[in-house]
Each structure stands twice: as C-alpha cells, then as structure tokens.
C-alpha cells in the first residue's frame, strides 16, 4: 500500500463559510436517520403519506402515453411554455369547478407539484423576517419552504372544525401589534395534514371575512379537496374570493405523485410574477408529465378512479379508527378524518412522541412525530398517523405494535416520575372517548 | 465482493452512508463490488453464490453485537472484522469498559443499569444514589449503540429522569457515567497481519459543543484536526490505548476507540467501535487519508488479510 500523509484541520466541507443563512437548519437529524428503518418491509410505516396508486389502471396510462409519444412526441419531449401546458391548464379550471371555483385558464400557471407552488408564491411575497400565519400544527413541506425563505411563522389554532377564526384574528392583532408584516395566511381547509380534520362551512366565510378586513392574503392549500368520504367537495375559499385568495391544486393524490404536476391560481398581477418565478426556477414545467396528465383527464374516467381511490382510503380510514377505539389506552385523543389520508393522535398527559420514536422503530412500526407540523418544534405530545398506504391488516397490526410501545413509555415514564397520573387506570380502561378537539 | 450496509438498526442511515462511501472507495480501485441490505435472501445469496470475501458495515444491533459474524461463521464466509465473540464484548460498553481498564487505561466511573432496575427500587432512590456517587455532570448513554443516539450530557439533577428516559428508548439498559470535560478524539487502529497499529488521532471540535448526531453526519458542522495536536505523550497514550482496547477485546482488522483527553492531559477510553462509521463524515477515513492510506486500498488490504484467515481456518 502506498503512503503519502496528509494531515491538517478540516471541516469536511470546504464550502462551509460561504453557505447562505437560509440553509442554517439544513443539517442532519436524528429523526430523519430513523425513517430510514421505515422503509424496510418489516416495518408497518404508519408515518409516510404516499398516495396508494395500486388501484391505478396501468394499461390505460400505458396507452395515453405510447399514444402521447407517438403522436405527440416532438411537444412533449420539448420545452413549454413557462405557465404551463394551455389545454391541461383548461382541463384544471374543470376540475377546480367540482369545488365552486369559476376561474380562468390565463391565471392558472403549472407547478412541479403543488409543493413548487408554496416555494415560488413564498418566493415572490416573502423577505426574511417576513410573517406567514399557519395553522397549528400545519404541513411540514410548506413549514420546510418557509423556512428557507427565513420567514417567521405564527401558528394558529385549530379544533374539530379547523382554524378557529377568533384566534385567527387575535394572531393578525399580535403581529402587527409587533410592527411584522403578515404576507400570507397558508391554510389547508380540506382533510388537513397532518389534523385530518376541515373547515366547517360557517368558519369559511368568517376567516375570508377576517382576511378581508385585514387586508391579509389567503393561501389556500388543496390536495386533498376530491377525497372526502361522506360529504361531497367543499366549496373553495377561492370560490368565494378570487381576489383575496391564491389557490393550490394537485394531481398526486387524484391521479399520480411520480408525475409531479400540481398547480397554482392566482389574480392576475400575482399571476404574471408566478410564472417569472417559475421561468427563473425551471424555465418551464415538464412538458412529458403535463401532457400525460391531460391525456389522462381526456380519455379515462378519472373522476370515477377518484371515487375508487376514495373508498379505498375510507376502508383504511375505517380500519385505523377501529384499531384505536379498540386498543388505545384511556388518555389517548384522536380526530376521526372524514377524507385525506390522516389522524392526528394526542398521546396521554406525559408522553412525548419525539423520544419515543426509537422504540416505536425497534418495535417496527413507525409514525411522524408532531413536532415536525410545528416552525417551533412543539408538538410533541402528538403524532400523526397515516392510514392512506398500508393494507387494513397491516394499519391495524400497526397499531396493536403502537399500543404496546405507548404502554411501555407509559411504564418508563412512571417510573421515572415524568408522567402524571396513574397509569393502573389508563391501562385497565381503553377506548375511544370523544374527538380530538385539542389541536394545538 | 459483497459489503453489506443497512439492517434494521437505528443506525441503518449511517451503516448505508457508510456501505456506499467503501463501494465507491473499492470500484475506485477497480475491485467489483455488490452493496447488500441484509434481509431474508441473504444467506440464500451468500450460500449459493458466495462472494470473495464480506465487509460488514451494518451499525449497531445485529451488525455490531456479533449476531451476524456468527451466521458468518457457519456459511464459513470470509469477512473482515472482529469475530462475534470480541464483538459482544466490545459493543457492550460497560463490559468494553472494564476489560481495557484492565489495561492500565483509565475509563469514567459508571453506573450500569437497566430499566427494571429503577422500576423495582425506586427510580427516585437510584438516581439520587447515582449522583452521590458520581457526581455531576453526567452523561447518561444506551449500553449498547453508537452514533451518539440516545446519549444525554447531564448537568443538573433534575435533568436525569428526562436522560434516562431518552437512553432506554434505544434499549433496555442504560450507562450512566461521569462527564469527561476536554477534548474529543478518535483513534483508528488497523490490523493488515502485522499487528494492530493506531493511525494517526483525530481531534473533534462540534460547533455546538456537542458531537451529537447531527454534528457527526452535517457536513462542515465539526472541525477535526489530524494528527491531533496533542503534546507527543498524549497522542503516544492515546495510541497505547486504543491499541490495547483493540488487543484486550479481541478485536480483529480495524476499530475504533472513542477517547476523552481532559485537561491535565489524561486520557479517559469511553467506548470502542467494531464496525466504525466509513462515511463521508466519519473520522476513520480522515485518520487513513493522514496517514497516507487510500481507503479503497486500505479495505482491499483488509479483504486479502480476511481471506487468507479463512483459508488457514479451513
């Protein structure tokens, strides 16, 4: 073996003095580490919110896209327009109409996913130091692009029936009285990730009316629109408010996720610095992907896989409520979700789901603990659960694993004194007690 | 070839860190090499197709407490790394602790138990005893586990209920042991057949003062100086003891023994490693690369050394 020393200090990362300051919070962590064990198939993943597309009719999209390629090859393999693809983004005003929203193909422009709409939106309103108002907890990819941007993020309240519209207000109040500027409020008013719950009918009218009056952009999230269970979709804040409201869709948990194509509707000034953003960003959305998508929409019936997709995650949904009202120690709260693809779970007074996460991991099954759903890292005493990729079977062994890890904690924390109460109750009683209300 | 990475330890991210680092470092050297996850086709693979030789970069449990290196065993399998006899040992840091200070070498006082322990005499009692005893700061780790997972320094009281609780979310039993304030380091010891020599010590400054996971796998967030500058004795006595941790446990090919050096220039052992991170940010590599060792080379070395042991076992 040949040897030639060299020695010295170092950082292992010669760029290290000359990152900006957005990327601070980009580092390695201990949780992320842990998911990776969740990948394996020994594990019952009740963390990850993958879209289950089994239930996709492969043929059919094989053949859209051989016939994509063959007739229409040379524009799908070529650059588009910066916007977006003009007939797909005409099919998306259809699909907007189901939910009340009148809007127009020209203010419609074409996302890699409805995530690259939060990143360019945040990207055209906020400076750092900026305030985007959240509820609590709120979706960590939105909370992960906010942060990039450095913006400040004040979290709001939710109940069973979504953000609660006084502490909506009294939040504006608070900031403002602190002389920040608010840019945008970013809501996700159907089947919410991570609460699983939606904003009751009244309540939309009250926070547009609150946002209105104070003047405050609203930033309607919506993926998950299309995937109620029992009630029909809910009429959109942009339905009722084309001004004040800049909405986000999506094609990944209707149609496909690999095919990255979401979208965002915007007014019409706002709309012009979106595709700007955009063109800076990736010059253009995939062509390929848009015109799968559109060929898609035109020749399947999607809406009729939609209803497909929605009765399968009602009979997971089903499955993950029966498994906790069945096994869940007394203390335990959750919502009951009636569309999308999560529960939020509150563990009894004492836990903390963060530390308990190892042992959930050893005892292979796995969750996401609610501090990621939080800019502050609070939370902790929650999780979230999904329901939308796993097998019944599988949902409901991952939650007989969860009891028994919860009931170990529990002993551990007695132990130790970091839980109050007596656990002797908490274990002898199971069972579901009321829906979640507490979600802060 | 077959390096192995994965498992379904909590130190799975790591041991894949580790596998692609040593396949890139070994195709670069232009050895054919396959990285495997370990799962229910392995020994199928190892039994009908055996490889040359096996690296096994598998972290923590399974990987590192010998379980796999016995299954090794019985495919009679060339591999490099210490036999699963020394690798019970030495990934049970409190037993690690009291063959090397056999030694001579000097190891944190320390108190091992596991959670029935509290539970059955009053964790309140326990813990108070433990601080009589040991004195504060503390640090409070799993027994069994690396990367610093589940590791807690401890500086008041009242912290060491929330400590312990963090250390048994990653096994049963807890090491609660005397924080060793001062200076980081970390000494390779490398065995190609002519017995074990120290490569050269790393220093570990953090950023934030603590090599915690994420300042042991964010680039940039630690400074490593190597060779360390330490006054000659010192950097000798670390050498001295990692190389008698390595010879005492048994350990075959290469570790890594993870010291605190304090201020008056004692050097405290707090654990060894048999299967040391060969990740981008690990210090294993930085320690060879001082040295002048190529990594690629360094693990063919280590390959031909495991297989000629097993053709002389055989």
Known sequence: ?440 | MVVLAGGLSHERDVSLRSGRRVAEALRDVGVDVEVRDVDARLLTTLRDEPPLCVLPLLHGETGEDGALREVLELLEVPYVGAPPSACRAAFDKPVAKVLVAGEAVRTPRSVTLPHEAFRELGAAAVMRLMVGSLGLPLIVKPARGGSALGCTAVRQEDALPGAMVTAFAYGATALVEQLVEGTEVAVPVLDTGSGPQALPVVSIEPDGGVYDYTARYTAGSTRFEVPAKLADEVAAECARVATAAHRVLGLRDLSRSDLMVDAEGTVWFLEVNVAPGLTETSTVPLSAHAAGLDLGELMVDLVHAAVARRAAET
Not at chain 1, 138 to 152: E, I, K, N
Not at chain 1, 188 to 203: D, E, F, K, Q, T
Not at chain 1, 272 to 286: D, F, G, N, S, Y
Not at chain 1, 388 to 398: A, K, L
Request: include cysteine.
């Open chain 1, 1 to 440: 073996m040949s040897r030639r020393a060299r020695g010295g200090a170092t950082r292992l990362d010669s760029y290290v003095d000359r990152y900006a300051a957005r990327t601070l919070g980009m580092t390695a962590s201990e949780i992320r580490a842990l998911f990776s064990v969740a990948s394996r198939p020994e594990v019952v993943s009740l963390a990850g919110g993958m879209p289950n597309i089994t239930g996709l009719p492969l043929d059919v999209v094989g053949g859209a896209i051989s016939d994509l390629v063959e007739h229409d090859g040379p524009a799908a393999m070529q650059y588009g327009s910066g916007q977006g693809d003009p007939g797909l983004r005409e099919q998306i005003c259809d699909v907007m109409r189901l939910e009340g929203i009148e809007g127009h193909p020209d203010d419609v422009v074409v996302t890699v996913g409805s995530q690259q709409a939060v990143d360019l939106v945040t990207r055209i309103f906020c400076d750092p130091g900026d305030v985007v108002i959240a509820e609590a907890p709120s979706y960590v990819g939105a909370l992960g692009v906010f942060r990039a941007f450095q913006c400040d993020v004040v979290h709001v309240e939710m109940d069973g029936d979504g953000l609660v519209p006084a502490a909506l207000a009294e939040a504006i109040r608070a900031v403002r009285a602190d002389g920040k500027q608010i840019k945008f409020i970013y809501t996700i008013p159907n089947y919410h990730n991570p609460a699983g719950v939606s904003l009751a009918s009244v309540r939309r009218e009250e926070v547009l009316d609150i946002a209105r009056e104070a003047d405050v952009l609203i930033l309607e999230d919506n993926p998950y629109g299309l995937l109620g269970f029992d009630d029909g979709p809910h009429r959109a804040l942009r339905a009722d408010e084309p001004d004040g409201v800049i909405y986000l869709g999506s094609f990944s948990k209707t149609f496909a996720p690999g095919f990255r194509v979401g979208w965002a509707l915007a007014p019409h000034a706002v709309r012009e610095k979106l595709v700007l953003a955009q063109e800076a960003a990736t010059l253009c959305p995939p062509s390929f992907s848009q015109l799968a998508v559109r060929s898609y929409l035109s020749t399947h019936d999607w809406q009729g896989q939609v209803k497909a997709f929605r009765e399968m995650y009602r009979e997971r949904r089903d499955a993950m409520v029966e498994a906790l009202e069945d096994m869940m120690p007394r203390g335990a709260r959750w919502n009951i979700p009636n569309g999308g693809f999560y529960v939020w779970l509150t563990l009894p007074d004492g836990l903390d789901a963060k530390t308990m996460l190892p042992r959930a991991v050893t005892s292979r099954v796995a969750y996401v603990p609610g501090t990621a759903f939080f800019a502050d890292g609070s939370g902790a005493q929650s999780m979230r659960l999904s329901y939308c990729y796993p097998t019944p079977d599988r949902i409901r062994e991952g939650v007989r694993r969860l009891v028994a890890v919860i009931e170990e904690e529990m002993e551990l924390r007695e132990t130790f004194g970091t839980m109050p109460g007596a656990r002797r109750e908490r274990l002898a009683s199971r069972g579901y007690e009321s829906p979640n209300t507490d979600l802060r």
